[in-house]
């Protein structure tokens, strides 16, 4: 079983979910129905939006500084924690709860989620949970299957409205979030880490940057050499200086490549041939602005 997602972000433990769910969740699939609503009207109204552990995305994050009006900096710096444990593979981000005895939301307000439009996909997806199994040499396109997670606290589930699983995705907008989720999920379980492979700590550095920090991340791009030597079509070029969403999905294929030498970006043809046989691959790479790990090739 491989990444639990959905309320164990906000609700739990994933190493619990892990454990748990196979055994004791059943299976849903898109056309399973459920009764389930949050309103105000509900007693227990925003009681989960406060001790919980929020995991955020790359997409959270570019959602969310961008509502806020911030730089990917400022919003790390005032709304995140990055937990360091040793099994860590990949960087993880943690939404930062108020330091108050609640351990409250600090986008919860007297009227609810200050921020519903660009909520997290954890809380997007609650009740709902998804799991996916390892069952492929990728690492993570196997069977994925949806469950509920009941708890007591909640009294969404006495509600009498009732859904499909599909239709309640639809609701809450999962699509793009779920898009972006699997390209995050092609670089966090990929191949390479299945086979026993480390990052370094100046990799995972920039795996950060260019994940989390797109706002440095743009920096590296367009003030360093890294265009005028990668050959990387000018309509996206143009995109990625404006377009957060453009700049994301480079920084997926600029990842696979560096970090696990996967042919998703190029050099151009010139500079790979004035330094064919003269010099050993990591030397083709200019190191990256101060300040942003990474710059040269693995």
């Given at each position: 079983?491989?990444?639990?997602?959905?309320?164990?972000?906000?609700?739990?433990?994933?190493?619990?979910?892990?454990?748990?769910?196979?055994?004791?969740?059943?299976?849903?699939?898109?056309?399973?129905?459920?009764?389930?609503?949050?309103?105000?009207?509900?007693?227990?109204?925003?009681?989960?939006?406060?001790?919980?552990?929020?995991?955020?995305?790359?997409?959270?994050?570019?959602?969310?500084?961008?509502?806020?009006?911030?730089?990917?900096?400022?919003?790390?710096?005032?709304?995140?924690?990055?937990?360091?444990?040793?099994?860590?593979?990949?960087?993880?981000?943690?939404?930062?709860?108020?330091?108050?005895?609640?351990?409250?939301?600090p986008f919860l307000g007297a009227e609810g989620c200050t921020v519903y439009g660009d909520r997290p996909w954890p809380c997007r997806m609650y009740p709902l949970g998804l799991a996916s199994?390892?069952?492929?040499?990728?690492?993570?396109?196997?069977?994925?299957?949806?469950?509920?997670?009941?708890?007591?606290?909640?009294?969404?589930?006495?509600?009498?409205?009732?859904?499909?699983?599909?239709e309640w995705l639809d609701e809450q907008g999962m699509d793009a979030y779920d898009d972006w989720g699997e390209g995050y999920k092609e670089l966090t379980l990929h191949g390479f880490f299945?086979?026993?492979?480390?990052?370094?700590?100046?990799?995972?550095?920039?795996?950060?940057?260019?994940?989390?920090?797109?706002?440095?991340?743009?920096?590296?791009?367009?003030?360093?050499?890294?265009?005028?030597?990668?050959?990387?079509?000018?309509?996206?070029?143009?995109?990625?200086?404006?377009?957060?969403?453009?700049?994301?999905?480079?920084?997926?294929?600029?990842?696979?490549?560096?970090?696990?030498?996967?042919?998703?970006?190029?050099?151009?043809?010139?500079?790979?041939?004035?330094?064919?046989?003269?010099?050993?691959?990591?030397?083709?790479?200019?190191?990256?602005?101060?300040?942003?790990?990474?710059?040269?090739?693995?």
């Amino acid at each position: 079983m491989s990444d639990p997602q959905g309320p164990a972000a906000g609700c739990g433990t994933a190493e619990l979910l892990e454990e748990k769910i196979l055994a004791d969740y059943p299976r849903m699939g898109p056309d399973d129905r459920f009764s389930f609503d949050c309103h105000p009207g509900v007693s227990c109204f925003s009681c989960c939006c406060s001790d919980v552990n929020i995991f955020l995305s790359p997409y959270d994050v570019l959602r969310l500084k961008r509502r806020l009006g911030l730089t990917s900096g400022e919003f790390l710096d005032r709304h995140t924690l990055l937990p360091v444990q040793k099994e860590m593979k990949t960087p993880a981000v943690l939404l930062r709860m108020k330091d108050d005895e609640a351990r409250t939301c600090p986008f919860l307000g007297a009227e609810g989620c200050t921020v519903y439009g660009d909520r997290p996909w954890p809380c997007r997806m609650y009740p709902l949970g998804l799991a996916s199994q390892k069952d492929t040499t990728d690492g993570w396109r196997g069977e994925h299957f949806y469950f509920l997670l009941e708890e007591e606290v909640c009294k969404g589930f006495e509600e009498d409205r009732e859904r499909t699983v599909r239709e309640w995705l639809d609701e809450q907008g999962m699509d793009a979030y779920d898009d972006w989720g699997e390209g995050y999920k092609e670089l966090t379980l990929h191949g390479f880490f299945e086979t026993g492979g480390t990052l370094s700590e100046k990799k995972l550095e920039m795996f950060f940057t260019a994940c989390y920090d797109l706002d440095k991340f743009r920096a590296f791009v367009f003030d360093s050499t890294l265009l005028q030597r990668f050959d990387v079509d000018e309509d996206f070029v143009e995109d990625m200086r404006r377009n957060d969403e453009a700049l994301l999905r480079f920084a997926f294929l600029w990842l696979r490549f560096s970090l696990f030498g996967e042919d998703t970006v190029r050099l151009k043809p010139e500079i790979l041939e004035a330094f064919k046989g003269t010099v050993e691959k990591r030397k083709i790479f200019a190191q990256a602005p101060a300040g942003v790990a990474g710059g040269t090739a693995p």
